[in-house]
């Protein structure tokens, strides 16, 4: 299983069930029905199935998306995203918005009174 890490708990969203994240395009990770452990600073929060992305370039963010995910503007979020990655150029470069569920760890047996 792939690994999705996050520096940061923008907004608070990896507390949450389901989530988003703006990520560098990358077709061969994200694409729907993938699954990944989450970690947040290298400690595990959960495993995570991708429930569906959105393509779009920087300038099609919008205040919407942006304050679900970071909780932050637009333009701050454009920011946040320009120091994170400062080699990129961000003309050409397609982001990803991912839709994650996470997967609810399995049940333990109840052994049954009745046995």
Request: with cysteine; hydrophobic share 30%; proline share 4%.
């Amino acid at each position: 299983m792939e690994k999705l890490e996050f520096s940061t708990n923008w907004n608070n969203k990896l507390d949450c069930k389901c989530f988003t994240t703006i990520r560098l395009y990358n077709p061969n990770k994200h694409f729907r029905g993938n699954q990944f452990e989450i970690s947040l600073q290298n400690k595990f929060k959960g495993k995570a199935t991708v429930l569906g992305i959105t393509k779009a370039k920087i300038h099609e963010l919008n205040d919407y998306i942006c304050y679900l995910d970071t909780g932050y503007s637009r333009n701050e979020t454009i920011e946040i995203l320009q120091k994170m990655y400062p080699k990129v150029d961000f003309r050409n470069q397609y982001l990803c918005i991912i839709l994650l569920k996470k997967i609810d760890p399995p049940k333990p047996k109840q052994e049954s009174l009745f046995n």
